[in-house]
């Protein structure tokens, strides 16, 4: 009977250990690529305790969904399981896939993410839901990285194992390839620089962005590294999402607050203002020659920035000869605008 315990206890042990090793065979044919884009498409779903979905995650919940359902790998449910399979990789041999943990409170690992390359890496951030952050962050991330495993070697050859993203014909379920601004979407994305919302799903074309959500754009378009310590401004908490792209974009004079010191996060971007924060953003010389819009007097307060934005061949305008200053702009106008505006 002993005997038997023990047979029993070393074949359940085992059958522990099978599905990682199947599974991390299958990673062999999964890009890093693959597997990063995979994960990307989730970038703004909230940060939920527990969560292990697209509706949303906690850290180790996001680790488990895209390397199960981006290649196959099967892992632990908890940060601190995760950290006990793979093989040990020292930080100078991180590669794509590769799971860095982190020490955020207490003893040990309490905090994982995926490695994206260049000192990169994607997570369940607590209140910034899946976001990118550099794990040699000076601020934050740098001091409390513990190590990295390696579950999986991952090629160069794309995959066909990826699931769970529901299927369309265009880069989102809601932007097919017939819209007019899909190039320009598409080329945001693939540049980094604006993803989809609901999980990465969806673009929501008409959603107007916010002053919060534009600083994030410019900050990745420009290569500008984000400041995330406390903001001079009163309405944006020192634990507010955006906090270190409004830092960058207002130390860099892109975006300022007003006379009261707020910097208004959650207000809508209308095409006036875009004009004024593109001139800046991207030094727009004055025009040589002037665009006559009916609705824009020369005393405009933004009459230079938009004469600025038409010289340049960024907007043409309304069709009825317009310019509608105080029209708010959608996300599929300043996706076209603002990639204009870097080819």
């Known amino acids: 009977m002993k005997l038997l315990k023990k047979t029993l206890v070393l074949l359940l042990a085992l059958t522990l250990l099978i599905p990682a090793t199947l599974d991390?065979?299958?990673a062999e044919a999964a890009s890093a690529s693959d597997m990063t884009n995979y994960a990307k498409r989730f970038l703004g779903t909230p940060y939920v305790y527990g969560g292990t979905s697209p509706s949303g995650f906690d850290c180790s919940g996001f680790v488990q969904y895209v390397m199960k359902n981006s290649a196959g790998i099967s892992l632990p449910r908890t940060t601190a399981t995760q950290y006990g399979v793979g093989t040990s990789v020292s930080k100078s041999n991180l590669q794509t896939g590769d799971l860095v943990f982190f020490n955020t409170f207490g003893s040990g690992?309490?905090?994982v993410g995926i490695y994206i390359g260049n000192s990169k890496f994607i997570h369940a951030h607590s209140y910034k839901g899946i976001n990118i952050d550099s794990i040699n962050d000076p601020y934050y991330w740098g001091s409390k990285y513990v190590g990295a495993?390696?579950?999986g070697s991952f090629g160069s050859t794309p995959?066909?194992?990826a699931q769970a993203a529901?299927?369309?014909s265009g880069i989102y379920a809601d932007i097919t390839k017939d819209f007019w601004a899909y190039d320009e979407i598409a080329y945001l994305k693939n540049q980094g620089i604006m993803y989809g919302k609901n999980?990465?799903?969806y673009f929501r074309p008409y959603e107007n962005p916010t002053r919060a959500e534009v600083a994030s754009y410019l900050v990745a378009a420009l290569g500008l590294e984000k400041i995330n310590t406390s903001t001079k401004f009163s309405d944006v908490p020192s634990d507010y999402w955006a906090r270190g792209a409004i830092n960058?974009?207002?130390?860099?004079?892109?975006?300022t607050g007003d006379q009261n010191g707020n910097f208004r996060p959650t207000e809508k971007l209308s095409r006036e203002h875009m004009a004024l924060i593109f001139t800046r953003a991207f030094d727009l010389k004055a025009a040589a020659s002037e665009t006559e819009?009916?609705?824009l007097p020369t005393d405009h307060y933004a009459y230079g920035a938009i004469q600025a934005l038409a010289a340049s061949g960024i907007t043409t305008g309304k069709e009825n000869g317009s310019f509608a200053p105080r029209e708010l702009v959608n996300r599929s106008q300043f996706a076209a605008f603002l990639t204009r505006t870097l080819k």
């Open 159 to 161: 995959t066909q194992t």
């Open 166 to 168: 529901p299927s369309h």
């Open 149 to 151: 495993k390696r579950v």
């Open 24 to 26: 991390n065979n299958r």
């Open 248 to 255: 960058a974009v207002n130390k860099a004079g892109i975006i």
């Open 293 to 295: 819009f009916t609705d």
């Open 199 to 201: 999980g990465g799903t």
């Open 109 to 111: 690992v309490s905090h």
